[in-house]
């Protein structure tokens, strides 16, 4: 094994907050830091250890990404911000030197009224993943367990493993989907939260809406249930599988939503959790979201709650994108996760790492995971063109 060397990971660009280090080019919100006394380890293979069976490759260069043609590693929105948001957010940047309390519960009335709950359910914050951090250090600082799938987003468990709570790893079913059952079955009297990420990342996979929100009213009552919906705007009918409806039902469950993907605002730092007031006024007791965020970010965010238009392009392209990568891979032999996101995991026949380097080689950008022993891209879908990229790259590397 071989300990990560902070200097080294500073060098190559890392990024400081809260004491931990965080590696900017992986969206797991990974953090590189202390768990339970005990330092985050590489394995032998330079690959970041997740889970027993969940890893993921690391070339022993990062690409650098102003050279690459195709950056397809971020899941970010390449149509976004909204023109309009944009134009917003050139607007107000001259107020940038002022707070903006009353503009930030403005956005937040704005939003209560679209989740159908009120601005008491609403906490802000600068982008989703502040929102998983904050929730676990607060709701971990006294030790306990998380329960979670695995493989998922990674963020709000290795926080709460810094703060010295255990994770209780759920093996994700054959179909991809979060086996509920299972998950129910780990809860004990020191577990303190239920993680769900629906579309879940890597995997891209949607667990059964009425599966799932059976099981979020029922386990609610014993212990408080986190839905990470980041990528549900890609869905046609976001709004009829999301969870937020048991906030009225009185139900203990905490639900994230963020402008960084459907709204192409990941750069611009802004998201949001629904929770039951009291919920919040634990969180709100020990850290306040909102000071994250600038001033012109809320009134770009505003714009584009308003700009629906933008908000369908990006969702139809972002369609036809996976549909030409999911021809692609069938035409090359290669199966795939069908993805409810905006990028697609597929098993690949090459060492992860290689196979990251060979693409990096041609400009092209893309993740490579090791899961249950197999070798996996994660690509994140962007333009026609760069997808076009993406197909020749693979069609040369995988030979």
Sequence with gaps: ??????????????????????????????????????????????QSLYSPFFKEHNADIFPDTVKLLAKLNANENPYGPSPKAIEAFKN??????????????DLMEKIAVQEKVTAKNIMMGPGSSDLLEKTAMVLFANGG???????????????????????KPVPLKKDWSHDLKAMEAAIDNDTKLVYICNPNNP?????????????????????????????????????????????????????????????????????????QE??????????????GISYPTIFAASVSMDDVAFQNKSRKLNAECREYVYTTLKQMGYSYVPSSTSFILFPIEMEGK????????????????????????RVSMGT????????????????
């Design 354 to 377: 290689a196979f990251l380097e060979k693409m990096t080689a041609l400009q092209v950008g893309v993740r490579a995971f090791d899961i249950m022993g197999k070798n996996w891209c």
């Design 145 to 167: 367990n998380v329960v979670s799938a695995d493989p998922s987003y990674m963020s709000l468990i290795k926080v709460a493993e810094a703060c010295g709570a255990s994770w």
């Design 1 to 46: 094994m071989n300990t990560l060397n902070r200097r080294t990971w500073l060098k190559r660009g890392m990024l400081t907050a809260a004491g931990a280090v965080v590696v900017p080019h992986v969206t797991f919100g990974n953090t590189i830091g202390k768990t339970k006394g005990k330092t985050i380890l590489l394995n032998t293979k330079n």
């Design 384 to 399: 026609m063109d760069e997808m076009k990229l993406f197909s020749n790259a693979l069609q040369k590397v995988l030979v």
């Design 278 to 291: 009291t919920t919040l006024d634990k969180i709100q007791k020990i850290t306040r979201g909102g000071m």
């Design 92 to 105: 107000t940047a001259h107020m940038g030197n002022r707070y903006a309390w009353k503009e930030l519960f």
């Design 203 to 275: 995997t891209g996979s949607m667990t059964d809406h009425a599966e799932l929100i059976d099981f979020c009213s029922r386990v609610s009552e014993k212990v408080t249930v986190f839905i990470d919906e980041a990528y549900l705007g890609f869905l046609e009918d976001a709004e009829k599988k999301s969870m937020v409806s048991l906030i009225n039902q009185g139900k203990d469950v905490i639900i994230a939503r963020t402008f960084s993907k459907i709204h192409g605002m990941a750069g611009l730092r802004l998201g949001y959790i629904v929770a």
